[in-house]
């Protein structure tokens, strides 16, 4: 009998960067079909190895995404579907009811997508009791201080990259958040932000391999954020924990999977640890940014990112992820990630010391993130960020004193114009 995998046809919704390569190589003869917005489509690699390849505009109603992919389905019978990104699920998963195709339900896709039902459905489940409220306005934030008192975050509704996220100490800050989070909510599918009591605490993320309903925790992740707009600056693995709050952080996230009905994929969850309590802040349906499958990769064996791939095409990964964490690894103990965030406004003109930062003992990556033309806004969200470093070492302290040592050697030279247009427009007459 031949060894060759049955032919399986996978339709994948937007993008994925190289997980369609991942996933063809996973099954053999996987011929796939994507259906996407136009902005996705220079991002596609590997185009010539899609069958076909569907545009839809940027405002196409959630019927228009379920008709295309019927008319792939009657042209070409679908096996199996996926999106390996956090855009258009609510399409993904109405195109999944509409064809009979496993993935995650539009009740879970629902909860995950918007923080207020997250909270919501938490709640009910009993696994948290954090008030949240959707406001426009600064008397719908007044309404929540009432109830709570200060301090608040605030931030969009479907926020994504910590772009518009703000604390609010007090009523002067009210207005300021307003903006922020309407200026976060800009390119969302929903303009609602989201205020709820500030939690204090250590951060961390949890990254998560589910399979028929069964949560394994493939590590948690130590997140470091700067406190104006909490963008994440670094990231070390794995957490420097004691045995007994892993436990109680892996805990809290498998139940928050079971409540919202997550039964299989990666998932990346953000938590907030404190003496008393594991607060659940968000999910996502997918793996980690910021390269964090890549440091756990490197200190644990276990590739995040081909797991998603296996599962697209319908393989059982949890076994062997299972026996890989149980087996160890040879070579690192220790993975971190440092970004640069330089403190300017302009346009970068150069950027130097890259070679330098590759030389640093244990660095393993360095890439910028914006080069010479791009401009500097401040550390405005995740996609602010200017550079980063990963480095490795036997522990946490000495692979994240390496990854901030390569950033150190990187400076940007930015040119800042003498005047802001909108400065010269304050001398123009009325």
Same mark, same amino acid.
């Given at each position: 009998?031949? &060894?060759?995998?049955?032919?399986?046809?996978?339709?994948?919704?937007?993008?994925?960067?190289?997980?369609?390569? /991942?996933?063809?190589?996973?099954?053999?003869?996987?011929?796939?079909?994507?259906?996407?917005?136009?902005?996705?489509?220079?991002? @596609?690699?590997?185009?010539?190895?899609?069958?076909?390849?569907?545009?839809?505009?940027?405002?196409?109603?959630?019927?228009?995404?379920?008709?295309?992919?019927?008319?792939?389905? =009657?042209?070409?019978?679908?096996?199996?579907?996926?999106? $390996?990104?956090?855009? &258009?699920?609510?399409?993904?998963?109405?195109?999944?009811?509409?064809?009979?195709?496993?993935?995650?339900?539009?009740?879970?896709?629902?909860?995950?997508?918007?923080?207020?039902?997250? /909270?919501?459905?938490?709640?009910?489940?009993?696994?948290?009791?954090?008030?949240?409220?959707?406001?426009?306005?600064?008397?719908?934030?007044?309404?929540?201080?009432?109830?709570?008192?200060?301090?608040?975050?605030?931030?969009?509704?479907?926020?994504?990259?910590?772009?518009?996220?703000?604390?609010?100490?007090?009523?002067?800050?009210?207005?300021?958040?307003?903006?922020?989070?309407?200026?976060?909510?800009?390119?969302? &599918?929903?303009?609602?932000?989201?205020?709820?009591?500030?939690? %204090?605490?250590?951060?961390?993320?949890?990254?998560?391999?589910?399979?028929?309903?069964?949560?394994?925790?493939?590590?948690?992740?130590?997140?470091?954020?700067?406190?104006?707009? $909490? *963008?994440?600056?670094?990231?070390?693995?794995?957490?420097?924990?004691?045995?007994?709050?892993?436990?109680?952080?892996?805990? =809290?996230?498998?139940?928050?999977?079971?409540?919202?009905?997550?039964?299989?994929?990666?998932?990346?969850?953000?938590?907030?640890?404190?003496?008393?309590?594991?607060?659940?802040?968000?999910?996502?349906?997918?793996?980690?940014?910021?390269?964090?499958?890549?440091?756990?990769?490197?200190? %644990?064996?276990?590739?995040?990112?081909?797991?998603?791939?296996?599962?697209?095409? !319908?393989?059982?990964?949890?076994?062997?992820?299972?026996?890989?964490?149980?087996? !160890?690894?040879?070579?690192?103990?220790?993975?971190?990630?440092?970004?640069?965030?330089?403190?300017? *406004?302009?346009?970068?003109?150069?950027?130097?010391?890259?070679?330098? =930062?590759?030389?640093?003992?244990?660095?393993?990556?360095?890439?910028? @993130?914006?080069?010479?033309?791009?401009?500097?806004?401040? *550390?405005?969200?995740?996609?602010?960020?200017? =550079?980063?470093?990963?480095? *490795?070492?036997? +522990?946490?302290?000495?692979? @994240?004193?390496?990854?901030?040592?390569?950033?150190?050697?990187?400076?940007?030279?930015?040119? %800042?114009?003498?005047?802001?247009?909108?400065?010269?427009?304050?001398?123009? +007459?009325?």
């Amino acid at each position: 009998m031949s &060894d060759t995998p049955t032919p399986m046809h996978l339709l994948i919704i937007s993008g994925g960067r190289d997980l369609p390569d /991942r996933a063809r190589d996973a099954w053999p003869g996987l011929r796939t079909t994507v259906i996407c917005r136009p902005e996705v489509v220079p991002r @596609l690699r590997s185009r010539e190895k899609i069958e076909r390849l569907i545009v839809l505009r940027e405002d196409a109603p959630v019927a228009e995404w379920v008709a295309a992919a019927r008319f792939v389905h =009657a042209a070409d019978p679908v096996d199996r579907l996926t999106n $390996f990104t956090e855009k &258009d699920t609510e399409k993904t998963a109405a195109i999944g009811v509409a064809l009979g195709l496993a993935w995650h339900s539009p009740e879970t896709v629902q909860a995950v997508a918007d923080k207020h039902a997250m /909270r919501r459905v938490l709640a009910e489940a009993g696994v948290s009791d954090v008030l949240a409220e959707t406001v426009h306005d600064a008397e719908g934030i007044l309404k929540v201080v009432e109830k709570v008192g200060y301090p608040l975050i605030c931030k969009p509704v479907r926020g994504v990259a910590s772009k518009g996220v703000t604390r609010i100490d007090g009523p002067g800050d009210i207005e300021r958040a307003l903006a922020w989070g309407a200026s976060g909510a800009t390119d969302l &599918d929903s303009a609602d932000l989201l205020v709820e009591p500030f939690l %204090s605490g250590d951060e961390y993320s949890v990254e998560c391999v589910s399979e028929d309903g069964e949560h394994l925790v493939v590590g948690i992740t130590r997140k470091i954020s700067e406190h104006d707009h $909490f *963008v994440e600056v670094g990231h070390v693995v794995p957490a420097p924990l004691p045995s007994s709050d892993e436990e109680r952080i892996a805990g =809290a996230v498998q139940d928050m999977l079971r409540a919202l009905d997550i039964r299989r994929g990666v998932t990346h969850t953000e938590v907030i640890v404190a003496a008393d309590a594991v607060h659940i802040v968000e999910t996502h349906l997918r793996p980690a940014g910021d390269e964090i499958p890549e440091l756990w990769a490197r200190v %644990s064996g276990v590739d995040l990112i081909d797991v998603v791939a296996r599962q697209a095409v !319908g393989l059982s990964v949890l076994d062997e992820v299972r026996a890989a964490l149980q087996a !160890g690894r040879q070579g690192p103990r220790a993975a971190a990630i440092w970004y640069a965030c330089p403190d300017a *406004v302009g346009e970068i003109v150069a950027v130097a010391g890259e070679d330098d =930062a590759r030389a640093v003992e244990g660095v393993v990556d360095v890439e910028l @993130l914006r080069e010479p033309g791009k401009r500097l806004k401040g *550390v405005t969200g995740s996609f602010a960020r200017a =550079a980063h470093v990963c480095a *490795v070492g036997e +522990n946490q302290d000495e692979a @994240l004193r390496r990854a901030q040592e390569g950033v150190r050697k990187l400076s940007f030279t930015v040119r %800042s114009e003498g005047m802001a247009a909108r400065h010269e427009a304050l001398a123009v +007459n009325d």
